[in-house]
């Protein structure tokens, strides 16, 4: 599976960004998607995944209520609807796919797949 996110930018505190994560090679229909971040000089992180059929999601204490994982397996698309966006949102973000079980897809060893990510910075 090649995975390809978009939809980065530089936008203000308070703004909304919506970021994609487009499949090719395979459909993503086995695969639960997830998203992860990293900022400068830190460790990547988790931010929110999504099951197979779209009915589990799970997102990082920081970004509930804020950001909302969805799929289109039709589209073999996954996105990241993020708003309310704060300066500490700033990160290089990640699209993966995962075949493992659920319970681990906050874990980036469980992903089997990696985009290359795209750039979120916000200003204050």
């Known amino acids: 599976v090649q995975l390809q996110a978009s939809g980065g930018g530089l936008v203000q505190a308070g703004d909304s960004l919506r970021l994609s994560c487009a499949a090719s090679g395979r459909t993503i229909r086995s695969y639960s998607m997830g998203w992860f971040r990293q900022a400068p000089g830190k460790e990547r992180e988790f931010v929110a995944a999504?099951?197979?059929?779209?009915?589990?999601?799970s997102y990082v204490d920081s970004v509930k209520g804020r950001f909302t994982i969805s799929r289109d397996n039709a589209k073999n698309t996954v996105y990241l609807q993020m708003n309310s966006l704060k300066p500490e949102d700033t990160a290089v973000y990640y699209c993966a796919a995962s075949n493992t079980a659920w319970g681990t897809v906050d874990r980036d060893y469980a992903m089997d797949y990696w985009g290359k990510g795209t750039q979120v910075t916000v200003s204050s």
């Open positions: 999504i099951s197979r059929g779209g009915a589990s999601t």
